[in-house]
């Protein structure tokens, strides 16, 4: 049987746009036989999926999966888990804090753009927002109110890197994000390392320290990547002796730039997580 694969995905869970029974039907649709689900902070959409395929017996495998946020002395970075024992009771309790934590930051972000003249985001979220809240959703809303054109110009002004709001984070740190992946038998995955702010020295010392505090992957291929980005990941993998991963981190159907299953091909000689995902 040949082998298409994502490991890295999302459901309305958190800020995707499908249910998980929608998004294996989509994977389905394009051909893909091992999906990784990995919501931001959440494993809630797991059993939904697992009891979709297995009730209606669909050729996909799942494996389990999430994406953590963690903070590092570079600042924010997402670390994938995959393989996991979703029902792991550690794992559960962290989740539900740095869930309470999102509502609390979206509380605080809500209280500073009433201030700015922008109100009802924070009341159309609780009602929109199936679980996991991200600043996606509160750039959503945003547009829906016509306060924005559209997400970017709410991020640009408002919530983003370079905008007006500015509210501190307060996720767990890197160590312990890997030690809960861990805990619950998964694979540590330092996601989309590129996408970070960092320059390529910094990014270099975030990898490293990431290996050194037990990561075991480094997503080597995701879409926007380059020939020459993928070479220089690849020498930080192999300086840090680690393994490769590859997922399209989609959302939404019908975007432009990604879709679930594409991201850039790599040497299949490059050791990869895909190895231990399908044996286990």
């Keep these: 049987m040949s082998i298409k694969f994502d490991f890295h995905c999302h459901s ?25 689900l990995t919501d931001h902070d959440s494993v809630s959409g797991l059993a939904e999926a697992h009891k979709y395929i297995t009730e209606n017996a669909l050729p996909i495998r799942l494996i389990n999966g999430l994406e953590i946020s963690a903070l590092t002395e570079y600042g924010e970075v997402h670390i994938v888990g995959l393989g996991i024992d979703y029902q792991c009771e ?51 809303v945003m547009v829906k109110l016509g306060y924005v054109s559209d997400r970017q110009q709410a991020f640009k002004k408002y919530i983003g890197k370079q905008g007006r709001i500015k509210i501190s984070k307060d996720w ?18 330092l996601a ?20 050194q505090s037990g ?42 730039w990604t879709d679930l299953g594409r991201f850039p091909h790599i040497d299949s000689n490059i050791p990869h997580v895909v190895e231990k995902l399908i044996q286990a």
């Design 215 to 256: 990561g075991d992957a480094l997503e080597l291929s995701y879409p926007s990547l380059n020939a020459d980005k993928i070479s220089w990941l690849k020498i930080q993998l192999e300086n840090n002796q680690l393994l490769a991963s590859s997922g399209s981190d989609f959302h939404y159907p019908d975007l432009k």
């Design 172 to 189: 767990v740190v890197l160590d312990k994000a890997i030690s809960l992946i861990h805990q619950a038998g998964g694979v540590a995955v």
């Design 90 to 140: 550690r794992l559960n309790q962290a989740l539900k804090i740095q869930q309470e934590k999102r509502w609390e930051r979206a509380s605080l972000i809500d209280e500073k753009l009433c201030k700015a003249g922008i109100s009802g985001v924070l009341d159309k979220c609780q009602q929109d927002v199936k679980q996991v809240i991200t600043r996606s959703h509160i750039a959503g």
């Design 12 to 36: 309305d869970y958190s800020d995707g746009a499908l249910e998980p029974e929608r998004l294996i039907d989509y994977a389905l649709d394009r051909e893909i036989t091992h999906l990784a």
């Design 192 to 211: 989309h390392p590129t996408r970070y702010p960092l320059s390529n020295r910094k990014l270099a010392f975030l990898i490293q320290d990431f290996a």
